[in-house]
């Protein structure tokens, strides 16, 4: 079916959990589990990202980021006011359906061979910025008030700000510490080819990541948030390639080949069907404002950064999986109470779908795009061909006068002669 892995896990899940056969339901232990598959699916997430490439990445990705996130999330939040929803639900819907799975995107692009292309790299870009700004608006709506509260406790919002304050300023001393004193692959590769230790460095790697992911939840943050910035902050730069790929090969046949299917089962084991069904007007409106503003944005974007009419539509649609780090985000916000099950449910339908459209929608935009290339290059190697034939006539036309010219000058002068 040429779809992620996601897309049966979390099938089998719906069909073995309440929903259909029943056989399986969530437990405490399911969730300690779903909780640790949380931590190394973020984790794994920051790690995949690079901020050099951030750095070095163009206007047009930077713009697509930003639209391509507040027009989803402003419009899903006013989606979910109208639809009755609270304040705290409708900012946590804007935010998840803001959300753009970079392994979708890069999945297609990878398939049509235009990863390494201007759309390619700008798209990928952009949803690593997507990434980071999701994780940063995630924290700052832990702080409005749930449940019965109708209004700010000031000194709790300001407690909370100021913590969120110094949490984002330890980690910024962190990298400036960093690049500073010069702690980078250079120094920290031969320091551990020195420990004995089999698989050192993945060790260092994971303890790293525990810490701050702790150091987040401490600071009354979610610890996600944490193992997000880990991963970003220790990855290619601090260890070197070598060691990064060696890390992050390991880390990920943990997360992919054990933590990940089950994480995607217990999601499905909580999705509720029935639950969707009985919500179907809530689910198709935000369904199709998550589908829309993605385009419109990723459309709008693209426009102003001068790609064509088809390259902007196709871009728009790359930017529409939402997959991983939507659903994980969902099962937190779950968790904490600040969605309910039907809610979760809808969240989750509209990650399963936009994850399995995203590829339908996208190809024929991509295939117009690349034949428009190709028909561009044969007009152009066309037009060089002529320009080179007519070159060549031309200088063949001036050699065969001249030849005429010398060979008339010479018959007259043996005529004189």
């Known amino acids: ?115 390494k292309s201007k759309i390619g790299t ?39 700000g100021a913590k969120i304050t110094i949490f984002f300023a330890v980690l910024a001393a962190v990298v400036f510490v960093m690049k500073k004193t010069n702690i980078t692959s250079q120094r920290v590769e031969p320091l551990v080819e020195k420990l004995k230790t089999k698989e050192a ?78 919500s179907a007007p809530l689910f198709l409106a935000l369904f199709f404002v998550a589908v829309a503003s993605k385009i419109v944005g990723g459309f709008l974007a693209a ?7 088809h390259e902007s539509v196709a871009i728009g649609c790359l930017m529409n999986g939402r997959g991983m780090v939507e659903m994980a985000i969902a099962s937190i916000g779950y968790s904490l109470g600040l969605i309910d099950t039907t809610l979760f449910s809808v969240v989750i339908a509209i990650g399963f779908l936009t994850t399995i459209i995203t590829p339908v929608i996208a190809k024929p935009f991509i295939y117009k795009t690349i034949s428009k290339r190709v028909q561009d290059s044969e007009i152009k190697q066309m037009s060089e061909s002529k320009r080179n034939f007519l070159s060549h006539h031309i200088t063949y036309r001036k050699f065969h006068d001249l030849i005429d010219k010398t060979y008339f000058e010479k018959f007259l002068g043996h005529k004189t002669n």
């Not at 999701?134 to 019965?148: E, H, N, R």
């Not at 460095?201 to 979610?222: C, D, E, K, R, T």
């Not at 426009?303 to 009419?309: D, G, H, V």
């Open 122 to 160: 700008t798209v990928i870009t952009a949803a690593l910025i997507n990434d980071i700004m999701a994780m940063i608006v995630f924290s700052l709506i832990l702080i409005y008030p749930t449940g019965t509260q109708t209004s700010f406790d000031y000194y709790e919002v300001g407690l909370m």
């Open 303 to 309: 426009r102003i950064t001068r790609f064509s009419n």
């Open 201 to 278: 460095s993945v060790g260092i790697l994971l303890s790293l990541g525990i810490s701050i992911a702790l150091f987040a939840h401490y600071f009354n943050l979610h610890f996600i948030i944490g193992a997000f910035f880990a991963g970003l902050i220790f990855g290619s730069k601090f260890w070197g390639e070598k060691i990064h790929n060696h890390n992050s090969k390991l880390i990920s046949g943990i997360t992919f080949g054990f933590f990940a299917p089950l994480f995607f089962v217990f999601i499905g084991l909580e999705f509720d069907l029935m639950s969707l069904t009985n």
């Open 1 to 115: 079916m040429k779809q992620p892995s996601l897309v049966g896990e979390l099938l089998a899940g719906v069909i073995l959990g309440p929903s259909l056969l029943a056989i399986l339901s969530p437990d405490d232990s399911m969730t300690i589990l779903a909780n640790v598959a949380v931590f190394f699916l973020i984790f794994m997430a920051g790690l995949e990202l690079n901020l050099s490439e951030i750095r070095k990445s163009t206007k047009p990705a930077f713009l697509l980021a930003i639209v391509g996130f507040t027009i989803p999330f402003v419009s899903g939040y006013y989606t979910s006011l109208f639809f009755g929803l609270g304040q705290i639900q409708s900012l946590f819907v804007g935010l998840l359906l803001s959300i753009t799975a970079i392994p979708v995107s890069s999945m297609i692009l990878m398939e049509f061979g235009i990863l």
